[in-house]
């Protein structure tokens, strides 16, 4: 009866247990899952950021337009194509200029103020301005007709555009995703086109 009770123990521990081989299979086949699963969900991450970007870029853009209409204002969109890299994101800005009573075609002749705080992209995700139509540098925030490098789309009251046709760029630097960058037309009839590109 004694002798029956340790053997009893001890295949119970044997049958509650794991084997050094099974805890290695586990681990290798969770090790091949994630060698295939994190490079595809980082991928859809990295090219998730990059179309919120564009969406939001394009919906501002709308919204500028429509603060310009609703308020029979001028209203600017300043977007810096300057900051890049992985970790960064572009900024753009957004004004209204109430025009002058004596001059009220002349946006230069407004007064301009920022509305709202600077928007950003998404991480890795940042702006170029084309260098064949390039949308213009009117306005450094502070002064009409100063450049800053900081190109800007302006909206008239009537909500049509002050030039006939630009082009700029919203990009990652990630060469993994298949469109790591998007071309937006903008046209004086604001119409807002965009291509998906990869470079």
């Not at 247990?17 to 805890?23: F, K, N, Q, T």
């Not at 990295?46 to 337009?65: D, E, Q």
């Not at 991480?123 to 800053?148: K, S």
Request: glycine share 8%.
């Amino acid at each position: 009866m004694h002798k029956g009770r340790p053997m009893s123990i001890a295949r119970r521990a044997r049958q509650g247990g794991y084997s050094l081989a099974e805890v290695l299979v586990v681990l290798f086949i969770v090790g091949l899952l994630s060698l295939v699963t994190v490079p595809s969900f980082l991928n859809y991450a990295r090219s998730n950021r990059i179309k919120t970007s564009l969406r939001n870029v394009t919906s501002s853009i709308r919204a500028v337009r429509s603060l310009a209409v609703t308020k029979h204002e001028y209203a600017l969109l300043t977007f810096d194509p300057s900051i890049k890299g992985i970790q960064r994101a572009g900024e753009f800005t957004v004004w209204e200029g109430t025009p002058d009573k004596d001059s009220p075609n002349d946006p230069s002749k407004a007064s301009w103020k920022q509305t709202g705080p600077i928007h950003r992209l998404e991480t890795g995700v940042y702006f170029i301005n084309d260098t064949v139509n390039p949308i213009g540098d009117l306005f450094d925030g502070a002064t009409w007709g100063t450049t800053d490098d900081k190109p800007d789309i302006l909206f008239n009251p009537d909500g049509t555009i002050s030039i006939a046709f630009g082009t700029f760029f919203v990009q990652t630097d990630f060469t993994n995703v298949s469109i790591n960058k998007y071309q937006i037309d903008l046209t004086s009839a604001v119409s807002i086109a965009t291509k998906g590109l990869h470079t």
